[in-house]
């Protein structure tokens, strides 16, 4: 059928009885091309006023690739094909939270996922979070997302960065975390195939180690939430960060439920120790096997396209204080512009700081310090301080000589609930509530962690008119306080 239609403009998006009233010859070419509501007149006028053709297509099992080159061969111009590609890819995960089956989908969206990479996926997860879809839901099914894009993941090209490049660095780490693992699987094979508890008690000591090594993988994880992550919210990307994130703690609870077993094993019953190595162990490698193909295929080359030269030499830059799972390679230098390079003024991006001033005195009502000395008196408490602002920003930490939670300058500037894991997050937003409201002014936890009871306070912070400015957060170990009694009123060369 000839049909001059040259320069006209379809959206995909219209409704199929909006397109075919416009377009009357659209009627025939829709039947052929398999829309069954097309060739039906009651159908076009009732339910396809409702249908548009993308919904049309998905419904009937179509290629849109297949309808697009139809529809181009006959001179039409396909409208806003990026959006139209966005918002089926953000349907087909929108299909999978409605429980359909991903083969299905996958077959039904063969071309168009084949090509799908990993920022597109992070940007489509970000959108769906802000449209309303839970990043609990997400959590759960993230897995299920990555198999439906799998195709596309693997034929994405891979560069290998220099090594010292903090990407380089993470891929090695996860190299050696993987070969921790070869090993790890075939103990607990043992493990579970063990028949007496002498044979199960010779392994125990190979169990421990391996998983002790395992345990390290905290360093990893560390480095993401607290520096990587950072950078990628500045560039909007927090939902998938968020997500993953609560990944890292549920991988978190398994390493802890496993070493507390096996702390205790020759006081417990040997059919725990299989139960433990069946229930948790197992799933504990799946899970970590699965966050490396996550990094290795969606975080990576993401944040290689996101971040820049100059943030990337911030990760490194305070990457060494969290410590590294394997000592990184050199070589990768951050290129300079060359303006910068001419005038020697360039350095890796850094948290905001005050230069002006340092030795000149700050006047304050009961005295006057310079910044240098302000700087050296928190630091030099034996806690931890920590200052949010009025908008929820992360504007100054104290880096004081023993650290009880980690914390690196890529959280300045960064919302307060990012900083938080996920689980603990709502926590944190009812005492900024609380405290912006005026219903309290402080709030007080304390937990046992790492061997040391742990005192965390939140005080608000308010103006003379009583205005809410912020909260400070102070940490401090107090284990050797709680041991305190009777008095001391002497000072002493041996204390």
């Known amino acids: 059928m000839a049909v001059n239609v040259k320069n006209k403009v379809l959206d995909l998006n219209r409704t199929l ?74 349907e087909i995960i929108r299909d999978i939270h409605r429980q359909q089956s991903p083969e299905e989908l996958k077959e039904r969206f063969r071309d168009l996922l084949s090509d799908v990479g990993a920022t597109e996926i992070a940007q489509l997860e970000q959108e769906l979070i802000h449209e309303g879809l839970p990043e609990s839901e997400v959590k759960s099914l993230c897995d299920v997302h990555v198999a439906v894009f799998q195709e596309g993941l693997d034929k994405q090209e891979r560069p290998e960065e220099q090594g010292g490049h903090p990407v380089h660095t993470f891929r090695k780490e996860n190299k050696a975390i993987t070969a921790v693992i070869g090993e790890y699987k075939p103990v607990l094979e043992r493990v579970l195939k063990a028949s007496s508890a002498q044979e199960l008690s010779t392994m125990l000591k190979d169990w421990q180690d391996l998983h002790e090594q395992l345990s390290e993988i905290e360093k990893h994880y560390s480095r993401k939430e607290n520096i990587l992550f950072a950078y990628l919210e500045k560039h909007g990307v927090s939902g998938p960060p968020k997500v993953m994130w609560a990944i890292h703690d549920d991988i978190r609870a398994q390493l802890k439920e496993v070493e507390n077993t096996l702390s205790q094993a020759g006081e417990i019953d040997t059919a725990i120790l299989r139960n433990i190595a069946e229930r948790t162990a197992q799933p504990l490698l799946k899970a970590i096997e699965d966050m490396i193909y996550k990094e290795e295929n969606i975080l990576f080359p993401m944040s290689l396209e996101t971040l820049s030269e100059g943030e990337w030499a911030a990760v490194v830059d305070q990457s060494a204080e969290i410590g590294y799972l394997v000592e990184p390679d050199q070589g990768w230098v951050a290129a300079v512009p060359p303006e910068a390079a001419a005038s020697g003024t360039y350095q890796p991006q850094r948290a905001e700081s005050v230069d002006k001033g340092i030795g000149e005195p700050l006047a304050f009502e009961t005295g006057a310090l310079t910044l240098d000395q302000i700087s050296l008196i928190f630091d030099n408490l034996p806690l931890d301080i920590t200052f949010v602002d009025e908008n929820d920003t992360v504007r100054y930490f104290s880096l004081g000589k023993e650290r009880i939670f980690q914390r690196s300058k890529a959280i300045i500037g960064r919302n307060v609930q990012n900083c938080h894991p996920p689980d603990s997050v709502h926590i944190v937003k009812k005492i900024v509530e609380d405290f912006r409201s005026g219903k309290r002014n402080a709030a007080h936890f304390w937990i046992q962690l790492n061997g040391k009871f742990v005192y965390i306070q939140y005080f608000a912070v308010r103006d003379k008119e009583g205005k809410y400015r912020g909260v400070v957060e102070v940490t401090q170990d107090v284990q050797e306080i709680r041991k305190l009694e009777g008095e001391k009123r002497i000072y002493a060369d041996d204390q």
């Open 17 to 90: 009885y909006d397109l075919t009233e416009e377009y009357p010859e659209l009627i025939e070419v829709f039947a052929e091309l398999g829309l069954a509501e097309a060739g039906n007149a009651l159908l076009r006028k009732t339910l396809g006023r409702k249908v548009t053709i993308i919904e049309g297509i998905e419904r009937n099992g179509l290629s849109l690739t297949e309808v697009k080159k139809r529809l181009e061969s006959m001179g039409f111009a396909i409208q806003d094909e990026r959006r139209q590609r966005r918002e089926t890819l953000k």
